[in-house]
Each structure stands twice: as structure tokens, then as C-alpha cells.
């Protein structure tokens, strides 16, 4: 597994992750998200976990999802996913109480069957990669949204 330059207790740059007006958003203020249809709770949650290396330089590496997808910088702490018993379509019972809902809803009216969905703050993927298969997950980009912090 490739290894990142990130080590734990650091602030990350994620500066080059940013697109469209990049003076004008904060890292803080954006967030990513996908949603996907696959099955396993744990084969989910596996995809989603992180280590931080035991050599006692403590450097972090990223997640399948997101070194799948390039994304090595990303604070695992506003990072998460959610999975779901039976596959929704309706983005309100996927992201209920999530800032950017209002936005997602205007863009998905309706989503294409979902079980599972990934939420990554603090970064704005550019999405070269708007659909992909990992471990049996079908994931779709479903785009990077500006929140109110």
C-alpha cells in the first residue's frame, strides 16, 4: 500500500484538492459525497478503515475508498459512512440531518438505488472518477457541496 506523507496530529493541505473558485472556499466548508450499493455491513466498514503505521513514526495510511480514488491527505476525523439494511432512493432517508441536504436534494431529486453512502468533509474531490466498483461496492460520485459552518 502506497504510503502518505500525512502523519497523525498534523493539519493537512488539502489545498490541492480544491476546484472551481479556490480562494473563495475554505477547506472547512466543503464535503464530498458518494453513494453506493453493495453488500456487508463489515465488508463496508473494511473499506472505510484507516491505520496509522506502528513504526513510531505514526504516518497515516488511507483508506481503500480513498486511495482507490487518490485521496491520501484527509482527516479521519470528519470522514464516515453509513450503511443500510435495504437499498433507498430517496436522498433525505440517506443523508437525514446532513448540512448539505437542501443541495443534494435540488441536484438527486432521486438517487439510483443505495445502500451505503461516504461523507468526507474538508475535501472537494474532482471527480475524475464519477462511478467505480471496489470490493463489490457499485459507488457513484454524487458530488462536492459548499456547507455553512
Excluded at 131 to 139: H, I, P, S
Amino acid at each position: 500500500m502506497r504510503q502518505s506523507q500525512f502523519r497523525a496530529g498534523q493539519q493537512a493541505d488539502f489545498s490541492h484538492l480544491l476546484h472551481g473558485s479556490e480562494s473563495a472556499i475554505s477547506a472547512n466548508q466543503i464535503v464530498s459525497v458518494w453513494s453506493g450499493k453493495g453488500t456487508g455491513r463489515s465488508e463496508f466498514h473494511r473499506l472505510l478503515e484507516y491505520r496509522i503505521t506502528d513504526d513510531g513514526l505514526g504516518d497515516f495510511e488511507a483508506c481503500s475508498f480513498c486511495f482507490e480514488l487518490g485521496i491520501e491527505n484527509y482527516d479521519p476525523d470528519v470522514f464516515g459512512g453509513k450503511y443500510f439494511s435495504k437499498p433507498l432512493t430517496n436522498p433525505k432517508l440517506l443523508f437525514y440531518g446532513e448540512p448539505f441536504l437542501s443541495e443534494l436534494q435540488m441536484r438527486w431529486p432521486e438517487l439510483p438505488p443505495s445502500n451505503c453512502t461516504i461523507i468526507l468533509y474538508s475535501v472537494a474531490y474532482r471527480d475524475e472518477r464519477k462511478e467505480f466498483t471496489l470490493a463489490g461496492f457499485e459507488f457513484l460520485f454524487l458530488g462536492t457541496f459548499e456547507i455553512d459552518t
